[in-house]
């Protein structure tokens, strides 16, 4: 095989250990325990000692079957050139990955990057905002799939641009920062029917 060559085996462009994923939440929660903790020394009796650490247990146990159960907390996507293939895969902390998606793409097709927000319910009842940078396969006739997306600070702006325009190079794929960069398709000239159809070699005047 010359080094032009398409590799035989799909390139991963992207590997999060679910893992990874976990630590953030884990190392809140301990956070959390460590603020709390000088309060249990100032309890003023056990019964109230007990109740704090039940309570703190209890968060404790509901987060770590989140985190169990959750089946999607890792994350790999990879790029078969051979078969002209993105697929995204998931697992969780008990699973082995499994394939969430398979997306086979052309030549005239790009990687784009687009933001998307949405309302939502905090708490305590009131409104916000959630932000999502996604990463999409457009085809050459407008429309477009999800391939990935992360929601969260302005970093994963960076992140999934990162995460794009390494799935483009791969794929040796057009990549667009977003939407409206994408190259406008000219329509093909109408055809002309009976007489009015121009021949090959005719002179236009």
Request: net charge neutral.
């Amino acid at each position: 095989m010359s080094n032009n060559d398409p590799p035989t085996h799909p390139v991963v462009v992207y590997h999060k250990s679910p893992f990874t994923a976990a630590l953030p939440w884990i190392a809140g929660l301990i956070f959390v325990t460590l603020m709390i903790s000088p309060f249990f020394e100032s309890a003023p009796g056990l019964f109230e000692l007990c109740s704090m650490i039940s309570v703190l247990a209890i968060f404790w146990i509901a987060l770590l079957g989140i985190l169990i159960t959750n089946e999607k907390l890792g994350t790999k996507i990879t790029v078969n050139q051979t078969q002209s293939e993105i697929s995204v895969y998931s697992r969780g902390l008990r699973t082995e990955f499994k394939q969430a998606l398979n997306l086979e793409y052309q030549n005239s097709d790009c990687i784009v990057n687009r933001v998307r927000t949405e309302s939502v319910t905090t708490r305590d009842g009131g409104s916000g905002t959630a932000t999502h940078y996604e990463i999409h396969l457009f085809r050459m006739n407008r429309t477009h799939e999800l391939i990935f997306s992360i929601n969260g600070f302005s970093l994963s702006k960076f992140k999934a641009k990162r995460i794009a325009k390494k799935i483009a190079h791969i794929a040796n794929l057009q990549h667009h920062k977003k939407p409206s960069e994408i190259p406008q398709q000219q329509p093909p000239p109408p055809e002309a029917e009976g007489d009015e159809a121009i021949q090959f070699g005719t002179i236009l005047s």
